[in-house]
């Protein structure tokens, strides 16, 4: 892949650093925009939506953006220890988002309102199930013991094709969120927006850049 960074025209790597870096700084935005608005704490339903952005705009985002070539913070580590800092990461994710989930549920069960009756609930609930399975699937390749019949190349397409799913399930579900009655009651206009534009956008660089390292890497051995 080092090689086919270095071979591509220099505007293709220069884009690729801004839009990555612009999608560190969004995801963060998003996250504490998401927080002000929520004020975690104030009540039990608060802490839904800033968990949930926590764990699909920020951790998740991160964690894949920790492998780019471009714009990655920990660019000089080796490998190995970014598909660590990754794991932990994805963990984070996976924590509060099932706390997210729980919030919301036991909210609803106190106010006797029916539970997954929107789309946003229901994928909320897909993707909370497939991103916990993603991490645990994640497992053979840190501990490669576990990875018994199984050819670690392989192993690396298989969690990155399903990684992508799962970070476009986890924009989808917030993009979805944008939607809910809360939300739409508390932003408007322009300001809604710019809400839509910040995952819309993440996703776009965290498909580009698993795409082209997958196309990368058939390139090299064909």
Excluded: D
């Amino acid at each position: 892949m080092t090689q086919s960074v270095q071979s591509e025209p220099w505007i293709y790597g220069v884009s690729r650093f801004l839009f990555g870096s612009l999608a560190h700084v969004v995801s963060a935005v998003f996250t504490v925009f998401v927080a002000v608005l929520s004020n975690p704490g104030s009540s039990l339903f608060s802490w839904h939506p800033f968990l949930m952005t926590l764990a699909f705009s920020f951790f998740m985002t991160e964690a894949v953006l920790l492998f780019s070539p471009h714009s990655s913070p920990v660019r000089k580590l080796s490998h190995k220890t970014k598909g660590r800092l990754h794991w932990v990461l994805q963990c984070l994710c996976v924590t509060c988002a099932c706390l997210g989930f729980s919030a919301i549920s036991y909210n609803k069960h106190l106010n006797g309102k029916p539970h997954f009756t929107s789309w946003h609930g229901l994928l909320g609930l897909v993707t909370v199930v497939i991103v916990g399975l993603q991490s645990l699937a994640a497992l053979p390749l840190i501990y490669i013991k576990l990875a018994k019949g199984w050819s670690l190349a392989k192993l690396k397409r298989y969690h990155a094709v399903t990684g992508l799913l799962t970070y476009l399930l986890g924009s989808g579900s917030l993009l979805l969120g944008l939607w809910s009655a809360w939300f739409t009651g508390t932003v408007n206009g322009h300001l809604w927006y710019l809400a839509v534009l910040c995952p819309s956008l993440s996703a776009l660089v965290v498909m580009s850049q698993v795409t082209n390292a997958y196309l990368a890497r058939k390139q090299m051995k064909s």
